[in-house]
């Protein structure tokens, strides 16, 4: 149930009680597009498949983890990391573009994997994360697993607070236990934090559960063919054209 208690009459989150920003990551605070690409089409070309496009061969890559993880959520599939499922579907991205991960060095694919871990920050995302710490608890709230934001957090200097993973919760957004999880865990109510995202559907299932939402524009995400998440759906708590901005929007 939504907890509005730090609410103004007009329904507008009150800010004053804001401890905790939550952050959406891939997508949102790194360009994971951009970096899967990159590192896939040097793989590509080592292994003889100039052919295949290295962004649709991300974008293919990426598409599988919404059924992936809903496997888990449903109880389908015991929890796995997404390290694990990101190499699961690698492989089946790779049978995808025809080539045969059984014929491919095991070495490169693994490598190629850990991709994940590497991905660079949006332009704004450093200098909007240090002004918003300096008021807030900054912490992500991502389906990666915690080494995973580890190791992207210490390559690119994302400045934490902490780093809570998926595998902290034992489930994959946006199920509900996810978003409840993370403020327990950071001891504050739900209305003492809000998320930060550039997803419609992340943002809607936060609000399901209490939490504040601030809507980041990404529209270059999924590369320069980008339909979705353009813009706002709802009247969400806040919108901001990047993390900078969004440090100067919060009250």
Known sequence: MRQDSHRNPTGKLNMTATRVLFFDVLGTVVDWRSGIAREAGAFLARVGAEQVDPGEFADAWASRYDASTEAVRTGHRPFV?????????????????????????????EELNLAWHRLEPWPDSLKGLARLKERFIIVPLSGANTRLLLDMAKRAGLPWDTVLGSDVFGTYKPAPQAYLRAVEILVVRPSEAVLV???????????????????????????????TDLSPLESWDFVADDLVHLAQVLP
């Not at 499922?85 to 490169?108: C, H, K, M, W, Y």
């Not at 997803?199 to 339909?227: M, S, W, Y």
């Open 81 to 109: 990391s997404l390290d694990v499922i990101n190499r699961e579907n690698l492989d089946a991205t790779l049978v995808q573009f025809g080539l045969a991960p059984s014929e491919l060095p095991t070495a490169e694919l």
């Open 197 to 227: 995202a550039a997803h419609n559907d992340d943002l809607a299932a936060a609000r399901k559960c209490g939490i504040g939402t601030a809507f980041v524009a990404r529209p270059k995400e999924h590369g320069p063919a980008q339909t």
